[in-house]
Structure formats: C-alpha cells, structure tokens
C-alpha cells in the first residue's frame, strides 16, 4: 500500500506555521525591472535585415537606418515593426524598390534579384545599434 500513498495529499505539519515576509523584502521583490516588451511576431514579416553600406552608414548622421524589407511590406508596417524591435520613435519612412539587373558570367546570362529597402528617419538623440559590438 505505500505505492498508493504518493497519490495522497502531504499535510503540513501543526507546530509549523508560514512565515511572511517583512514589508522590506516585499518593496525589494516590486524594484524588480519590468520584463521588456514582447516583440510581435508581425514585425519579423516586415524587415528582414539592416542594409549596411557605406552609403548606409553614412546616413547614420543624419539619423536614417536602411533595411531590407519584405516585397509585400508597406510604410506603415516597417514603422511599427522598426519602433517594436529597436524601441526608437520612427518619425519618416521612405520605401524604395530596386529592380533585378541582367548580369553575365561568360556564355552564360542570368538575373540577379531585386529588392525592396525602407530608410527610416528616427528622432534626434535616438541611435539604433545595428552592428551589435
């Protein structure tokens, strides 16, 4: 019958009774840092990667990034998707679609893909780290 018992509930013992915590460990629980906001999942269908150039990086100055974005993802959903991933305030996005270009390696012809890219203007005083150190 002792195989039966770990179905049962264990009771507490009488003499033991629970402890609270004082009122200063509880303020020291509450200081802990909120956890950072979840990123959504909708915000990886829009960019797909930061375009570093050297005319990218140069525009850096100016407080503009430049992405790869999905083909199918428009101004709207890049600006929510750049302010929930890098937590900057996006104030301006510009979209531009670059197209395939015919290319040749000897005999044979080929295309090399196109793309889509957004620049984004963000507000003064805000950096996103695109190359993390």
Do not use: C
């Not at 002792?2 to 509930?9: P, T, V």
């Amino acid at each position: 019958m002792a195989l039966l018992n770990i179905f049962q509930k264990k009771k507490k013992p009488a003499g033991k009774q629970e402890v609270k915590p004082l009122r200063a460990e509880r303020e020291a629980v509450s200081a802990i840092p909120p956890r950072p906001k979840k990123i959504s999942w909708q915000a990886y269908r829009a960019i797909k990667r930061p375009h570093v150039t050297e005319k990218a990086t140069d525009l850096t100055s100016q407080n503009q990034y430049v992405f790869e974005v999905f083909p199918d993802s428009n101004k709207n959903q890049v600006k929510k998707a750049v302010e929930d991933v890098y937590g900057v305030d996006v104030t301006d996005v510009n979209i531009v679609n670059i197209p395939r270009k015919r290319r040749r390696l000897g005999r044979t012809q080929g295309w090399a893909s196109g793309y889509k890219k957004a620049i984004v203007r963000i507000r003064a005083g805000q950096k996103i780290e695109v190359l993390p150190r």
